[in-house]
């Protein structure tokens, strides 16, 4: 009796641990799947973040003895400042005390004063500088230490571009064929070339007369086109081949303009308007000769006095006459402001390169920088999920190309074909496996003869151990290729096949009893294995046939040509054939163990009471089954949804919106795998794609919630059972 | 980290090259032994090395030191991964005690590893962007070493069934892009707006090209799209291999993909740079004279602290690499060697 006591202790002991331990380990799920939603939303969470402003450090102007600046340059994080002066200092200053660390003077000609200055966007570091008398010198400050003098690339010589008259305007570009001068005052517009060796400087001639009073110059990187901005408001693009310039129709006018940036990339313009707001103008490019104005920026009534563009992103910052400073991403549009940045207007804006410092001068001598956090501005909820007109775009419209290994880019990132790829996938691959997988696993456990389902059984469940990656690229190796070449016939075997089978039944239901019973009863299903090899052998063979005789010898190449409906070799169907082969096993093996522990005594009483085997497993079996179909079902769509190998290969991976079956797709999972290594950590790419991973969680997530819902209350109906 | 498809999709080109100099030498050994005369016309083992050896003359010769074992970690170009298997695999044999690992998913994954710190050395088939100069600079306080370490060039493939003669770069960018900055006037959809006929008649053009992690994307995207965007229904793979691969299989296809990538079932379609003119086709002979338009360097980045000396492991690989034995490979694999000169500057640069 005690060893009877003492094994009922241990064995209660045993109970309680497994209970902890089978407790534990589903608590420890649980937490594991929260820890990762939460360690997702920490990822994306900073993409949704605003902007902040924060002052660092105000003192009075560097070296205030030469003179206020008439041009201004911020360095990034510990990097000083950069200013010149209208008598042809050049003051190079810390940023944290605005203590002088270099004090250098530009080679002027006697009584003439700097007028603008202006950075050739095609060469960081060089500056032009237009004088009072209409000439214009071109100078790099070097970064080096304290030695180091100010360099002439083009020599210490002036350029006489006006005769005279004050350059108001100047534009500068460096490119392949020498250095591109333009320069505007007093009514005249004047360009020249100046190559470097040897060196000699070449005037451009006009094709028509330039536009008249021109207030501002930008040149567009690369030196073939130039915007010419008139008093009026109105943008005049000029084009130039080799030495002639050639005006365009330009943009309309009627609105004073009161700063103008060029954004990375040389394709965009954005201009600020007297009457308040910004507009964005795509520039000419090829053949294209009108301007366009493709975004507007509405910033209030106070107009936006200085613009000063950002180096890496499409975006730039500005100040209004109130004295607010606007942040503005022109791919999301949008709009950020901090009110009352300065009490009076600056006279000088700076944005580092790095976007991250902001630098003003004021007109009372005094200099301020202030820090920006803009971590993500080009992230809105409208680029993510709405159409948006990227540059070069006729019209709005979803895309996803995030990035591109370049300078200049506009990152596209929209989520929307990545998640219709993804559905789209999932859809055809459900399609086609869960007839099956459902259909196989009720046939193997109601119908087919033990002997034969014991070698049917694992040997189904063996595919599910084929890597995905086998499948991917045998699918867009093999299956894609193939596909191609054989379409017709596939689809006459897949539409079909149901004709074959019933008509093999027919047939042997019309057989004599005498040659039917030879066959045990088991195998009679196996039978139709080599009648549907038969017919799909058939349908191939007969394809090219058909092919010839109806659809022109080409079947893909009548589908793109007369039907309009475009083919591409790695489609959504191949990936849907791949992706459905991966998924059968999952849903097989639940689904069919679940209809094969059905409790016999109910099918023999069914069955018994008269009723004939398929009207038991409709009425009896399935029912009670159903909650784990349902969850088989649940598995193998989660698993379509996230499967990543098979679409990355077999898709093509575009990011097209398309219903068509015949076109590729681009799914997240794909995405992300592509993309994630190259990234910058903590950028915004990065946390983009950590976003699309929330969004299939979450759409998981709603797929499997009604259904493990519907799931409990099927499980809870048929317990008594 | 996608390294299963890169590597799944390789295919070793080796295999021709590797066979041809296997028959080489063998024909070579039994020609040599009972022809042991000199000057006897195709004696072996001189005329197997003298289509290398101008190449490398005057490069300089590799000498082994001592003390060099570790492990060097190298992330980035798909394009150079077969030329980093064989650099790593002779100088394995060199220095035993040196444990190579290499991940070659796109050159746009070098600059994130080497920032971050989880590679050594990050081969790059395009140069470093300002904004991942600059994220490095970020991070560290000082920019990243740059060398130059061979020549490449993009050879456009179509199906070997493809009867084209030649194609301009503004074509090209009309079928690959969706912007179409070069100029084109008009977007090209079908073979036979190329001017090809018969069973070409409007059978649309399937463009396969590589994923935005890929250097050559980003060169393709610079010099061929001058700057565009590139159409959404161009099929992404991951490898160079994959995009001669999937072009071989499609009788409409065409991709672009580093020149060493030619296999039976493509061929590299001549280009000329303007609208008229010679096509010039993708061969050795015209990239080394700076005929072929689609030409770019191959690069390897380091990190290196200003003032400091590189880790013994990177400054040896990187001196093996631009040696004649190094720059032999380069051959071997079927890309352009550097010139002597060229050389020489990088092993100045690389440091004493």
Sequence with gaps: MSSGGRGQRVSAVVDRVAAGVIRAGGLGVILALLLIILYLLFQVAPLFRSAAVDPLVEYALPAADRGP????????GADGGLRVTASGGVVVFSGRDGAVRRLLSLDLPARAAIERVVADSSRPGRLAAGLSDGSAIVFEVP??????????????????????????????????????????????????????????????????????????????????RLMLLDADGALHPVARSGRRLAPLPGGPGGRAVTAMALLPGGRSLVTAWASGGATQWQLPGGEAAALKAV????????????????QHRQGFAAIDAGGALWLVNATSQHLWQQRALAAATPLHLALSADAGRLLLEFGDGRMAWWRVANAHPEVSWRSLWGRVAYEDDAQARFSWQPAASGDGFEPKMSLVPLVFGTLKAAFVALLLALPLGVGGAIYTAHFMDPGVRRYVKPMVELMEALPTVILGFVAALWLAPLLEANLLGALLAALLWPLAVLGAAAAWHALPPALSQRLPTGLQGVLVVPVLAAFFAGCFRCAPLLESTWFGGDFTLWLSRDLGVAFQQRNALVVGVALGFAIVPSIFSIAEDALFSVPPHLTQGALALGARPWQTLVGVVLPIASPAILSAAMIGCGRALGETMIVLMASGNTPLLDVNLFEG???????????????????????????????????TLLCNTPAELLRQRMRRRYRSL | MPRGPAHACHRRRLWPARLRALALRSSCLLAAMPVMLPGWPGSGAAWADAAIEPVAAGAARYTPVSGVAGNLSSVGSDTMANLMALWSERFQRIYPGVNLQMQAAGSSTAPPALTQG???????????????????ERHHGYPPLELVVAVDAIALYVNEYNPLEGISLAQVDAMFSRSRRCGAPAALHYWSELGLSGIWQRR????????????????????????????????????????????????????????????????????RQAASGEYVAATVGNVQAGRYP???????????????????????????????????????????????????????????
């Design chain 1, 69 to 76: 600046s008439v041009y201004l340059a911020a360095g990034d």
């Design chain 2, 204 to 271: 649309p053009i399937a463009l396969y090209g590589r994923s935005s992690a890929s250097g050559t994307y980003g060169y393709f995207r610079q010099r061929v799209l001058c700057g565009g965007d590139f159409r959404s229904s161009l099929n992404e793979l991951p490898g160079s291999s994959s995009v001669a691969q999937a072009v071989a299989a499609s009788l409409n296809g065409v991709g672009y993909a580093g020149m060493g990538y030619a296999m039976a079932g493509v061929r590299a379609l001549p280009v």
């Design chain 2, 118 to 136: 989880t590679a050594d050395i990050g081969p790059m088939s395009r140069p470093m962007t300002a904004s991942e100069r600059l994220a490095f």
């Design chain 1, 665 to 699: 797709l681009r799914s997240v999972a794909a995405s992300v795998a592509m993309e994630v290594p190259e990234a910058e950590l903590g950028g915004t790419h990065y946390r983009v794609l950590f976003l699309s991973g929330l969004v299939l969680l979450g759409f």
């Design chain 1, 143 to 224: 970064d080096g230490g304290a030695e180091e003098a100010i360099t002439y690339p083009l020599g210490p010589a002036p350029f006489p571009l006006l005769d005279g008259a004050p350059l108001r305007a100047l534009g500068i570009d460096s490119g392949d064929d020498g250095v591109l001068l333009v320069g505007a005052g007093g009514g005249a517009v004047a360009a020249a070339l100046v190559a470097d060796a040897p060196r000699r400087m070449q005037r451009l001639s006009w094709d028509a007369p330039p536009p008249a009073a021109v207030s501002g110059v930008v040149v567009v990187p690369g030196g073939q």
């Design chain 2, 294 to 352: 689609l030409t770019r360097y191959l690069h390897i980045y380091l990190n290196r602290r200003p003032g400091k000396a590189l880790a013994p492991v990177e400054a040896e690989f990187l001196r093996f690499v631009l040696s004649s034995s190094g720059q032999r490979l380069v051959v071997k694999e079927g890309y352009i060697p550097l010139a002597a000169d060229m050389a020489r500057r990088q092993l100045r640069e690389l440091g004493p």
């Design chain 1, 295 to 310: 975004r507007t920026f509405d910033s209030g009534p106070q107009p936006l006095l200085l613009l000063a563009a950002e």
